[in-house]
């Protein structure tokens, strides 16, 4: 069974920190993983991405210097490190794969999708 499970979001204050992992049930080692969200009343978009062939990164303007993504191949398990928050952070995010060990940061069209975990950062 393929499934990508989000875990770590939950309510935090702004300018806090939070650590969200994505555990797979399947070897992740070539895939460019990814992480999504989406805010209340917006359409999903892309945070971050890391290849599976140099660890190359990407992140979105609005989190660059704010977010750190990584991965754990040997755990199977991709992170996402969210710190100085702020409150247009909140939101569902979504941990996603596209089988191709390079990242096309930019794109939307996955070949798997998380089910989300929700982040509600407060003021």
Known sequence: QVQLVESGGGLVQRGGSLRL???????????????????PG???????????SDESTYYADSVKGR????RNNAEDTVYLQMNSL??????VYYCATETLSNCRFGTSVMD????????????
């Open 42 to 52: 917006k359409e999903r978009e892309g945070v971050a991405c890391i290849s599976s």
């Open 67 to 70: 977010f750190t993504i990584s």
């Open 86 to 91: 702020k409150t247009e952070d909140t939101a």
């Open 112 to 123: 798997f999708w998380g089910f989300g975990t929700l982040v509600n950062v407060s003021s």
């Open 21 to 39: 992992s994505c555990a797979a049930s399947f070897n992740l080692d070539y895939y460019a993983m990814y992480w999504f969200r989406q805010a």
